[in-house]
């Protein structure tokens, strides 16, 4: 018993295409493996170079390779102890009654030759020599057999001879003109399934079973294998997805396989739970990460193919047209580029469970094949009647895809339909998970509810490692006698409502209590079918689904909670540059529809801080969707007015937000403003503090960042709705933000970082229209003499044209670390290194420092242009400006403060003298400079001019007044003040003043 089912266009694609970059291996890879990466990580967006899941054999330079060598290769990178984990869960789920005692996985692999660092695709490489068409419509396989005894082959051959016509019919003609041969490999046990050598058009299997449907399915799945051939895609998410979900098709069609159900032994099948273990997790770039950690191949196998099923139950020619589609438009760049691929899916089902295809892909986490860098906490969670299975797999995600187990004890809770009792069950709220072993990695935990007040729903919360996650089970709801429900579900939000359900026989006028329902849809066994659900709330508020199910039954969940209709007006600004969010879950529109912006002009983007790569951000519509707390940048090409109906946070409830290590755009889920002094964190099994004690326990750095195109970045107070904000978490894997219940605020504030510092020294750039003006240098006793997140604020990051400030601190522990501020010790090192930086062409640069007053008068600081060696004296300079070039530019400067009284500008000596000539003025300077000497009257007008900026050298000096104006008249006598300025070649500045007589 099996109780996860029982107890675009071509010249769009050319396009995207074209922006790719195709490589041929990954740099810092092993030897004899794998060598293939990412090379672009976008989430639902990647794109790869070769394929990443393939096992690959490395040929010899004379090109000489031996059936050994392969067999080499299969026991180095898909060996039967490398799937033993995979193996031990799946008997563990056995043991506990959870899959048929029949079940036995089999991890069947694509392979491929290298040669020289390039894939060695020998039929490509001839069709697009000679021309031919892939894909043509005469294109057959023919099989060879080897090794088997004559029954098997006999059997083998009658097989194919019924699959491969229907496998025609939903898979199309295969890409070329080929034989295949059949080989039987004594070498090759029955978990490795075996494989489909693309480079010899060779499919090794194991000898048979004993179990003849389920032997020809692994065949079936190499044998699509072969229909691809030369032309497999790089991404296991999309090969290994498709051949299972479409020899599922062919496996189950009338007269191919008697005896076959994919739903018993089917160790693999599993789109009768598929919502409930639709989870981030599930992403990845490869089902066989370099380090060998299997804790998530069955989980990622079984949903690549309920996910890609789906899309048959759509429409039963989707693998024929996609196929079609593909070898249409292909080239060498197409297999691992998703942009592409998924435009080529969309364009052949534009429509999958009444979504587009694209919002339909970007919701299948299996389908992401981006990496997502930290820990994770997946939990494969099966519903049954009165118990619910946890399997709980806690690993880390490194660079390139490679996942190793962590060991941790996982605490659960479990919840009533309202929260407001915490559940028994006799097995505990405690599952270990084992850091080494057999089932490193992995929980295991069956809790069973006897006498909680009959059917509801149940949220399991399970947290381990700082990580937590919910998942809502639908207790005494699911059946598996003939006659019980084959469709059944929770509602999210709500708990009481009437259901309705087409499709099928239908089901009418179900009452929802507790938060549960369960239906039977078929008078027989339930088949794959396409069903519309809705629900709706006591106060006539509808929610509806469209479901493409499978075999045995499906569970379904629905958002019930209370919906309302938001507004909100979005000024474009300056630049039209905003960081935006939303408080509300939208249940419907896409992000265009919702913003008013058409798709086609809508320049929107979100932050994953666990992305591979500097550049984290993903352009929509990739982007996440909207969702309480979480933060975008968006560019407004005029005043725009948004309206969104969907789920509030509950007022009522504390709103929590997980917030992975890194930078987060975040948003405040209140329609309220929300001061930072209340929220509050929480890190591991600690209890939640305030933001300040965050920030002093190292877990956050200080401040919340907003952006305003007519200041940069600057910290705030407040978190104001429908804005976003920049928050940096210090600690591995992350932190939960919490923002207190409507009506727990206070009117505190928060600890900044201007506080306890001795003083600080404000800067200001601007180049055109763009300002940034929350850079400053200071010094603290509390300071330390390396980067801490108090007073050194790392800068967020940057998106758009921007001018900036940024400190480039000594010593620094993070490569290409940028700061906003940079604060000191007093008696440390008085020099500031900055850079100014402009992504606007020929533009003018204008520094500033606009107040000086809380700098100590012993100190004089000094602005140093690195780059062309030239120093000004800040006291006496208000500014100094430079020009970008035609890609912009980067100053590099520096702050130097020096006592007041080293190698400065004095002005002394200061006389005036009436002779004969005219007014002599005396005076002597310590050092040379330019001097201006100007004649005002006793109102402070100017009279007349002596001299400008006139160059004299250290030591005592004069000028003569003709006792003329500016116009050439002799003056009238009466008293008239004499003005001496100097100011030194690095901007020092000294002026004198002297009364003059006239009298004649």
Known sequence: MNCWTRPVRTACVQILIAFGICIAVATGVAAGTNPYRNLSDAPFASVTGGPQGAIVVFEPTDGAVSAASVRTAVASQHSPASLQQAHLTVERMKHHGLLSRGAQVRFPRTMVHMHDGQMALPDLHTAMVTGQQLGAAGNQIAFEFEGFSTQDEAALRAYLNTAVPKARMVYGPPAFDITVKVIRDESMQDIQGGTYNVTTNEIRIPPLSGNFPEDTYVLLMLVLNAFHDDAILFYDAWEQGFIGAAAYAIQSSPGVAPGYDPIDPGPFYCLSVYEAENQPELANSTYYPASGATNMLVWRIAMARAAWLKCYIEDERFFANFNRAYYDSFSERLPGNVPALTELAASVLPRVEGQSFHDWFNGQYVLDTSVHLGPKLYTWNIPLETSVALISELYTTLPGGDETP????????????????????EEGNIMDIPASGGFAGEGFLLPTFFNIGGPQRVTVEIEAANLSRRYPYPYMQRGFGSGDNNLYGGIIGAVEGTLHVTGGRGISDLEVKRGVWGGRLTTGDLKPMQVEISFQTKQGQTTTRTCNVGWDSYVAFLSGAEQTRIQHTFLKGLTGLRMISLPVS??????????????????????????????????????????????????????????????????????????????????SPRVKAVNVADMKVQFEQESSVSFAEAVENGWLQQGVFGYEAEAGYDTVEQLQPFAGYWVRVLRSPGVYLEFPPVGDETASTSASSRDGLDWRLPLMVTAGPLVSSAAYLGVSPLASDRPDSRFDLLAPPDFGPSVKLRFIKPGQSQAGAAYLTDVRRPGSRLQWDLQAVCSLPDTKVRLSWPDLSQLPPSLRPVLVDRDTGRRMHMRTVSTYSFSTGPTGGVRSLSIELVDAGTDQLLLTSVTTMQASQGVVVSYSLSRPAAVTARVLNIAGRQVATVSTDQMQSAGSAQAIWNMRNSSGSLVPNGTYLMQVTARSDDGQQASAMQAVVLQR
């Open 406 to 425: 962590m060991g941790a004890q996982a605490r659960t809770v479990y919840w009533s339909y309202d929260f407001s009792v915490k559940l028994y069950a």
């Open 586 to 667: 939208p249940v419907t529109g896409s992000a265009p529809e919702i913003l008013g912006i058409p798709a086609d002009r809508l320049l929107m983007a979100d932050w994953d801080p666990t992305l591979e790569g500097a550049d984290k951000y993903t352009v929509w519509p990739r982007a996440r969707p909207f969702a309480p707390g979480r933060g975008f940048w968006v560019k407004l090409h005029e005043d725009t007015t948004m309206q969104a109906f969907g789920v509030l946070p509950s007022s009522a409830q504390s709103s929590r937000v997980y917030l992975p290590l890194g930078w987060n755009i975040i948003g």
